[in-house]
Structures are given as structure tokens and as C-alpha cells.
T-cell receptor, first 112, second 115 residues
Framework: GENVEQHPSTLSVQEGDSAVIKCTYS??????FPWYKQELGKGPQLIID?????GEKKDQRIAVTLNKTAKHFSLHITETQPEDSAVYFC???????????FGSGTRLSIRP | GAGVSQSPSNKVTEKGKDVELRCDPI?????LYWYRQSLGQGLEFLIY????????KSGLPSDRFSAERTGGSVSTLTIQRTQQEDSAVYLC?????????????FGPGTRLTVL
């Protein structure tokens, strides 16, 4: 069935270092992969997304990569800052459905 | 403009009681989604509305859970005979129609505690 796995569940990095979160998906028909950031007490907010016809997308300090063959996609945050501390969710949308399947989340902590 | 709003923000109820959670989507968004987020967990899909109809109810965990949407706008998620395992944050999201890749905009959620 539809499944998105996300690793790691927790990640602690030194301020200024890079953070990488990895996800895998099960359905090769997936064509849209958003990443959401959830701060404490708030709903998730989209930070970046990538479509299946693109291998990489970058927006300032955030980048996503997609390997369709391996069904892997990753979020890269460079030059991390304290405000990057949050829970990050990857997700995949299946072309045959309107719902988005979310990963289990990664709690990112930035150490000062 | 206004985002997705949900009410109440917090709800404490006793086991066995019924609860209603409300979602007001962004104006013009015909697609509406309900998710459940248990403590420290990911987002569990519950139900999806397109207009007033629900083509995908596959995530509703039991027949105690139901949802409706009227006028293509406000949606209500009802949980009957609540159980302690229903305690979670219930999130609503809406999406603009007509564009395949448009993002879902989430509300702040309703934190439900069943004692």
C-alpha cells in the first residue's frame, strides 16, 4: 500500500552546520513531494516541494533532491539557524489520488 | 488574507461523550482534508472532501468518526462516544482547486483530550 518512511526521527546539529532528512516512498506513480515544517503549537507549513519531472530544487538555504529510480527524496538545510528548529515532514502525493501521505516526521534541534 | 481556522483550539471531554470539531477553510478552496496527529507522531489521513462530497473516507478509524461539509465551505468532524485513544491534535487543511500541485494549507489544529 501507500507508505512514506522518514529518517531520522530526531536530529541535532550545531548551528551553522547542515542537516539532511531522508524519505522513501512506495508507489512509483507518486508525482509530487512536498516538505512541511511544523513549529510548536502550529499547523504544518509548506517550505518547499518538488515534482517528479525534476531532480533537484533549491530555495535559499533549503534544497530537495529526488531519485525516482530509488524512490528516495531528501531535504537539505545548509547554514542552520536556531529558527530552523522544528518538526519536518516529508510527503508524497499519488497521481491516482488526491490525498497526500506523510512521513512520521523529524524533530530537528539546532544547538547554539 | 485569512488562513484556515479551526475551533475550538482545545477541547477536554470525558470518555463516552460526543465532540464536534470545526474547520473553516480558505475561501474558494473546494478541497478539504482532516488529519489526526497523535503526540510525537506523524499526520494520519482521515478524510478528504471535494466540495460537499467525500470521495475518500479511508482513514476514518472507526464508525464513531464521521465528517460532513456543507455549502462547500465549513466542515465538522464528529467523534461519538470518545475514547482515551482519541486524544490527539486534529488538523484540517484546504487546497485550491484546478491546479494539480497546489499545496495544502493547514489550520492550527484542535487539541482533543479525552479523560
Amino acid at each position: 500500500g501507500e507508505n512514506v518512511e522518514q529518517h531520522p526521527s530526531t536530529l541535532s546539529v550545531q548551528e551553522g552546520d547542515s542537516a539532511v532528512i531522508k524519505c522513501t516512498y512506495s508507489d512509483s506513480a507518486s508525482n509530487y513531494f512536498p516538505w512541511y515544517k511544523q513549529e510548536l503549537g502550529k499547523g504544518p507549513q509548506l517550505i518547499i516541494d518538488i515534482r517528479s519531472n525534476v531532480g533537484e530544487k533549491k530555495d535559499q538555504r533549503i534544497a530537495v533532491t529526488l531519485n525516482k529510480t530509488a524512490k528516495h527524496f531528501s531535504l537539505h538545510i545548509t547554514e542552520t539557524q536556531p529558527e530552523d528548529s522544528a518538526v519536518y515532514f516529508c510527503a508524497a502525493r499519488y497521481s491516482s489520488a488526491s490525498k497526500i501521505i506523510f512521513g512520521s516526521g523529524t524533530r530537528l534541534s539546532i544547538r547554539p | 488574507g485569512a488562513g484556515v481556522s479551526q475551533s475550538p483550539s482545545n477541547k477536554v471531554t470525558e470518555k463516552g461523550k460526543d465532540v464536534e470539531l470545526r474547520c473553516d477553510p480558505i475561501s474558494g478552496h473546494t478541497a478539504l482534508y482532516w488529519y489526526r496527529q497523535s503526540l510525537g507522531q506523524g499526520l494520519e489521513f482521515l478524510i478528504y472532501f471535494q466540495g460537499n462530497s467525500a470521495p475518500d473516507k479511508s482513514g476514518l478509524p472507526s464508525d464513531r468518526f464521521s465528517a460532513e461539509r456543507t455549502g462547500g465551505s465549513v466542515s465538522t468532524l464528529t467523534i461519538q462516544r470518545t475514547q482515551q485513544e482519541d486524544s490527539a491534535v486534529y488538523l484540517c487543511a484546504s487546497r485550491q482547486p484546478g491546479r494539480t500541485y497546489n499545496e495544502q494549507f493547514f489550520g492550527p489544529g484542535t487539541r482533543l483530550t479525552v479523560l
